[in-house]
T-cell receptor, first 112, second 118 residues
Framework: GQNIDQPTEMTATEGAIVQINCTYQ??????LFWYQQHAGEAPTFLSY??LDGLEEKGRFSSFLSLSKGYSYLLLKELQMKDSASYLC?????????????WGAGTKLIIKP | ETGVTQTPRHLVMGMTNKKSLKCEQH?????MYWYKQSAKKPLELMFV???????ENNSVPSRFSPECPNSSHLFLHLHTLQPEDSALYLC?????????????????FGPGTRLTVL
């Protein structure tokens, strides 16, 4: 079956660094997305990785290891506004039949 | 503001009612999606439209009926729903359809309709 695992909830301190992990088992792989969703709001796009390595975008970075079926989202210099759920999604494919599979999300709580 | 709007934002309906959810995107995108989001569960992709043509129906019960009259508008018609259908229904759009191979296409989500079925 196809599966994505993320921690349900994490807590971190303002100004610190936090790493949110995502592991996946899918049929074929065509990229991994990270989205941020504040409570009561729409998810917004953060990153897309399809090759091994780290992609940095300001305070947020996303890493992908294809061989390990693993990704993480790294948030630096945490701010209170970073309190949100972070959703991992994988675009898989089998015989050119694409599917977008979502994790249940990681709720990140930032404390002063 | 993501460029995707949804109405209504909140809806309470009985199991015998018929209602419709509306989504509109002002981004010139070719693909539109309906998702169901329940608490502590992954987003469930319900329907995908690419250039107004439905390309995905993930075993969604027939009490949910989508309609896409043009690339900018998407509807979800609801009838004889069940209490377990209560959830947040999200609409999204992307420049190209992820399901059709638009691999890196970022999705833009609307704010959702919070549906409660009594």
């Amino acid at each position: 079956g196809q599966n994505i695992d993320q921690p349900t909830e994490m807590t971190a301190t303002e100004g610190a660094i936090v790493q949110i992990n995502c592991t996946y088992q899918t049929s074929g792989f065509n990229g991994l997305f990270w989205y941020q969703q504040h409570a009561g709001e729409a998810p917004t796009f953060l990153s897309y990785n399809v090759l091994d390595g780290l992609e940095e975008k300001g305070r947020f970075s996303s890493f992908l290891s294809l061989s390990k079926g693993y990704s993480y989202l790294l948030l630096k210099e945490l701010q209170m506004k970073d309190s949100a759920s972070y959703l991992c999604a994988v675009l898989s494919n089998m015989d050119s039949n694409y599917q977008l599979i979502w994790g249940a999300g990681t709720k990140l709580i930032i404390k002063p | 503001e993501t460029g995707v709007t949804q109405t209504p934002r909140h809806l309470v309906m009985g199991m015998t009612n018929k209602k419709s959810l509306k989504c509109e995107q002002h981004l010139g995108h070719n693909a539109m999606y309906w998702y169901k989001q329940s608490a502590k569960k992954p987003l469930e992709l319900m329907f995908v439209y690419n250039f107004k043509e439905q390309t995905e129906n993930n075993s969604v019960p027939s009490r949910f009926s989508p309609e896409c009259p043009n690339s900018s508008h998407l509807f979800l018609h609801l009838h004889t729903l069940q209490p377990e259908d209560s959830a947040l229904y999200l609409c999204a759009s992307s420049r190209e359809s992820l399901i059709a191979g638009g691999l890196s296409s970022e999705q833009f989500f609307g704010p959702g309709t919070r549906l409660t079925v009594l």
